[in-house]
């Protein structure tokens, strides 16, 4: 053991660099770190490939990025002192103020001292001999740990289309998750933003005030976004937050999506449109996710969700003063928040401006990207300055970066050849020990993050003390229980209408990936209690093994009895 190892049990590695290796120092990687070292006394390292903490609120540096979750639930609930000495300015953070908020969650907790900056996992494989994992980094050095840890986040992997000519472009382009550091000025220039999920959506609006001599929106598929209405947090709201706090965080970690919002009615299928308009319109006025509880059955009854479709619909033809344009961005292939539901400030405002124009790229698709701007099949449109807010490689797509092997020469890239397999979204057969913070097959994109990451951290962390106090050497689930999980997955999320449409739940937005629903839809409550009940039950579906001669000799497996909503 190296460091500052004080736990007594660790006796089965002695041998390792590390007791544990955590990959990624964002909300995951922060907690995982504290609860290893400061609660268990364990030796662990956090290796980080950007200069300084924060994830996904490190890379998104685009102007308008800003959390959809209301800040005082976005936030670590774990540690009293972080949550009184933190006061958050607006109703939604902006991306500078979650970054500062995690760099000082950092210093409070001195986490700092064990994260390798500016160097990236590279590999990972898991030695049979000695039950223990080596990982590599691009720096050519490789330690060794009992434990392997990914916090990679769900979307860290950018994507861009492979557009002929792309690297021709002589202007200034990038990826939203790619952003410079330095200010980037649109005043006077041609810009195009391609791309209208969530981060589109938020950057096309802040572009288009800053004075760009024209900005062009190239969609695929109009989406439907509710205004989050943001606005500065006074003193009062504050104490407010401060007096209830610890009861807010408690309905949120209880909920389906991790919002402590109240959910409204049933379901709207035999209401008629009037009355749907009264229920929404409180919610819509009020702004952000409240609105998406306005109806249980959203996600599960067609002519629910049909009727909140047309509502919001409806606002984007109020707002939008151009008629055809409005149609245009109204969403008419799929229902709402079957894809990942944007917040708005501005967003159809914006195109009442006269220096924004909108090409719809299936009418008029992208044939190439030349040294001054687009080529589409009616003409060219020349740029100054090109913005991909084309998305992620999500869920998956960096853990796949990483070469991970496991035992018998398994990679995760040939487990995960027809889509993730997992237990839980935690931990995979065939990988002993390593554990997936927010993984696939778990709420995660689902929730609101940082409760799901607490559930998980607070899962995995509890896990490992379990297997230090009982002198276990190794967790594996068994085949039967990762098979059961992933059935399970699929099926809940058949019983939905997430699947109903193309999107990158379905990893359907990346090109040859397999199409499969790949985060958990079964609720984050429900979820939560299942995780904690497998534990419970003796780590259910788990062989665990004292020593790693042992390894691989699956038992009988008994039914499993934890899994519910079928
Ligand atoms: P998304 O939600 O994946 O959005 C990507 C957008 O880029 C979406 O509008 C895509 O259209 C569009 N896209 C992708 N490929 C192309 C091509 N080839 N041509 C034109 N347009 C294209 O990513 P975001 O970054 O907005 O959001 C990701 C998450 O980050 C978000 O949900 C938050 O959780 C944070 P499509 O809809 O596929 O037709």
């Avoid at 509502?311 to 008629?323: A, N, S």
């Avoid at 001054?372 to 300055?385: E, L, R, S, Y």
Wanted: aromatic share 10%; glycine share 8%; proline share 5%.
């Amino acid at each position: 053991m190296s460091e500052t190892t004080s736990h007594d049990s660790v006796g089965a590695t002695a041998g390792t660099d590390y007791d544990a290796i955590i990959v990624g120092a964002g909300f995951s990687g922060l907690y995982e770190l504290h609860r290893l070292r400061d609660e268990l006394g364990l030796s662990v390292k956090v290796i980080e490939k950007a200069d300084d903490v924060g994830g996904t609120w490190y890379w998104n540096r685009y102007p308008g990025a800003r959390c959809d979750s209301e800040s005082h639930i976005y936030c670590y609930s774990f540690n009293e002192d972080i949550l009184q000495n933190w006061e958050w300015s607006e109703r939604y953070p902006e991306q500078p103020e979650v970054l500062e908020y995690l760099r000082f969650a950092a210093d409070e907790l001195d986490l700092r001292r064990n994260i390798e900056f500016e160097t990236e996992v590279t590999s990972a494989a898991f030695d049979e001999d000695s039950g223990t994992w080596r990982i590599s980094t691009d720096d050519g050095e490789t330690v060794s740990s009992q434990f392997f840890v990914t916090a990679v986040g769900c979307l860290s992997e950018p994507y861009i289309p492979d557009f002929e000519g792309i690297e021709s472009f002589e202007g200034f382009w990038t990826h939203t998750g790619k952003w410079p550091h330095e200010p980037v000025d649109f005043e006077g220039k041609r810009v195009a933003v391609i791309g209208t999920g969530a981060t589109g959506i938020q950057v096309i609006p802040e572009v288009a005030k800053s004075d760009p001599e024209h900005l062009t929106v190239f969609q695929r598929t109009p989406n439907y976004a509710v205004p989050a209405r943001n606005r500065p947090l006074d003193d009062d709201d504050w104490e407010l937050i401060q007096s209830n706090y610890d009861e807010i965080l408690q309905r949120a970690h209880d909920s389906g999506f991790g919002f402590p919002f109240e959910v409204g009615q049933e379901t709207a299928a035999d209401m008629t449109m009037e009355e749907v308009e009264e229920a929404l319109e409180p919610r819509w006025q009020e702004g952000g996710f409240r609105f998406l509880l306005a109806f249980e059955d959203l996600l599960v009854n067609e002519e629910t969700n049909e009727k909140v479709s047309e509502f919001l619909r409806g606002k984007i033809r109020e707002t939008v003063d151009d008629p055809e344009l409005a149609e245009k961005l109204a969403p008419k292939d799929h229902y709402y928040a079957t894809k990942r539901p944007p917040l708005h400030t501005d967003y159809y405002e914006t195109y009442n401006r006269d220096n924004v124009s909108l090409v719809d790229v299936t009418e008029n698709p992208i044939e190439r990207i030349t040294p001054d701007g687009v080529q589409t099949a009616d003409g060219h449109h020349d740029f100054d300055m090109i913005i991909y807010a084309t998305g992620f490689d999500a869920m998956t797509g960096t853990l796949l970066q990483i070469d991970i092997e496991g035992r018998d020469g398994l990679t995760l890239e040939e487990k995960w050849e027809d889509g993730p397999q997992t237990y839980l979204g935690l931990t995979l057969h065939g990988f002993p020990n390593m554990f997936t913070i927010t993984g696939p097959q778990s709420p995660s994109v689902l929730s609101n993050m940082p409760v799901s990451i607490e559930h998980h951290v607070e899962w995995v962390s509890d896990t490992i003390e379990h297997l230090v106090d009982n002198d276990i050497q190794l967790i594996e689930p068994t085949k039967a229980a990762e098979e059961a999980w992933t059935t399970h997955n699929r099926q809940v999320a058949e019983s939905t209408l997430y699947t109903t449409v193309d999107s990158w739940y379905m990893n359907e937005n990346i090109p040859d990936k397999p199409t499969v629903f790949t985060p958990y839809p079964g609720g984050v409550d429900l979820y939560h209690d299942t995780i904690l009940e497998v534990a419970e039950k003796g780590y259910e579906g788990f062989e665990l093994t004292e020593s790693v001669q042992q390894l691989g000799q699956e038992g009988e497996q008994p039914q499993l009895s934890v899994m519910k909503g079928d």
